[in-house]
């Protein structure tokens, strides 16, 4: 059987990426052997969870963010233990967002940048889309709250965080969606081939 740490993908970047499209297009592809694990920010904000703007609500937000980041992953391997899951971002993520920087953010979680790429066995950084696409997408997404200056402020500070995964894959925004898929498609296929040699790479 594969282990936790062996069996988990973690698809980030900056917003307005395409993470959760390309997740869900993953797991239609490799509905036998691939599960994707939705955004847990995602799932507070649609289920009513305030977005309020000072600081100590934005503590707030990213602690329960995180909680429940961990909470889904346990879910999700107990419910499907022996398959690969694509993780519409990870614990990480939140780092990006913490009012006084990534160190405090570990501290207040006790937690570590290395403790939490410990759960993960491969990165996959989808770079943030154009200036001109994000506001596109912003439209469609009402808990996308970020102007432009702040999307690119996070997603430099995600990718600043990310990057250090001994497993990172960027993929740039400089290819049509079509070819970003078939690029991350092909990370993913060779996980899988990978994991189900039950190695590590």
């Known amino acids: 059987m594969i282990s936790r740490v062996e069996r988990r993908i973690v698809l980030t970047g ?19 052997s ?40 346990s879910a999700f391997a107990a419910e ?13 993520d939140g780092a990006a967002y913490w009012p006084e920087g990534p160190d405090a953010f570990f501290q207040t979680m ?5 403790d939490e790429f410990q ?33 690119k402020k996070l997603d430099d500070e995600t990718f600043r965080l990310w990057s250090k995964h001994p497993h990172f894959t960027l993929i740039n ?3 049509s969606f079509e070819r970003k898929v078939l690029e991350v498609i092909s990370v993913v296929s060779d996980s899988l081939s990978f994991f189900a040699g039950g190695e590590k790479k």
């Open 14 to 32: 900056g917003p307005c990426a395409g993470k959760t499209t390309l997740a869900q297009l993953i797991e239609r592809a490799y509905q036998n």
């Open 119 to 151: 759960r993960y066995d491969r990165v996959i950084y989808l770079e943030s889309a154009a200036e001109a696409d994000y506001f596109r997408h912003k439209a469609r997404n009402p808990n996308r709250k970020e102007d432009w200056a702040q999307a």
């Open 173 to 175: 925004n400089n290819r």
């Open 34 to 73: 691939i599960v994707a694990v939705p955004e847990a920010a995602s799932l507070l904000f649609s289920g009513g969870f305030p977005r309020f703007d000072p600081l100590e609500a934005q503590r707030s937000i990213q602690r329960a963010i995180f909680r429940v980041q961990h909470e889904l992953e």
């Open 80 to 92: 499907y233990p022996d398959r690969l899951f694509v993780l519409d971002r990870g614990s990480v």
């Open 110 to 114: 006790n937690s570590s940048l290395e």
